[in-house]
T-cell receptor, first 113, second 112 residues
Framework: GENVEQHPSTLSVQEGDSAVIKCTYS??????FPWYKQELGKRPQLIID?????GEKKDQRIAVTLNKTAKHFSLHITETQPEDSAVYFC????????????FGKGTLLTVNP | DGGITQSPKYLFRKEGQNVTLSCEQN?????MYWYRQDPGQGLRLIYY???????QKGDIAEGYSVSREKKESFPLTVTSAQKNPTAFYLC???????????FGSGTRLTVV
């Protein structure tokens, strides 16, 4: 089955700096890669996603890049703000008609004012 | 609650008891999922269902059971065979050809 590795497990940045979280996946048939943000005690919320036919996608201060050859994808957050502090999860879909996602173990991002 | 409701929010179980966690969605999603979240472990898949009356084991199904009698409902039973059930349980759903999940607000289960 799919295996997703996520790094780093914790990340601390100063407000206004950029943050980058990286994930690798094992199944070359995976074709969908979402990122979720989970604030303390709350449900994960989808913040951005990318499909395998696209190399990069941007939404305001958030961007995701995908390298299918190397089987890795990254989340980039620019001009970080204290409200960006949360746990971020990457995920990859199984190949084929199965819609289930395999998640990384998460990155705790702390943005210091 | 964004169309997917989990109840109860907090649940306490005694040793040897079975407990059932509820998950209901009104999003008309075909697929539903149960994940377990432990600190530092991410989200691990317990069971999932893509259509009514059908479901598959995930990575950590031992000690759990599910049913999918209605499209809207996917209850999870934590049985006494689950040796370490204390965790945060998340239910999610997704539509056909739309891989994005919508999560419920979770149930925190504690063994007392």
């Amino acid at each position: 089955g799919e295996n997703v590795e996520q790094h780093p497990s914790t990340l601390s940045v100063q407000e206004g700096d950029s943050a980058v979280i990286k994930c690798t996946y094992s199944d070359s048939a995976s074709n969908y890669f979402p990122w979720y943000k989970q604030e303390l005690g709350k449900r994960p919320q989808l913040i951005i996603d990318i499909r395998s036919n696209v190399g990069e996608k941007k939404d305001q201060r958030i961007a995701v890049t995908l390298n299918k050859t190397a089987k890795h994808f990254s989340l980039h957050i620019t001009e970080t703000q204290p409200e960006d502090s949360a746990v971020y999860f990457c995920a990859a879909s199984d190949g084929g008609s199965n819609y289930k996602l395999t998640f990384g173990k998460g990155t705790l991002l702390t943005v210091n004012p | 609650d964004g169309g997917i409701t989990q109840s109860p929010k907090y649940l306490f179980r005694k040793e040897g008891q079975n407990v059932t966690l509820s998950c209901e969605q009104n999003l008309n999603h075909d697929a539903m999922y149960w994940y377990r979240q432990d600190p530092g472990q991410g989200l691990r898949l317990i069971y999932y269902s893509q259509i009514v009356n059908d479901f598959q084991k995930g990575d950590i199904a031992e000690g759990y059971s599910v049913s999918r009698e209605k499209k809207e409902s996917f209850p999870l039973t934590v049985t006494s065979a689950q040796k370490n059930p204390t965790a945060f349980y998340l239910c999610a759903s997704s539509g056909v050809n739309n891989y994005g999940y919508t999560f419920g607000s979770g149930t925190r289960l504690t063994v007392v």
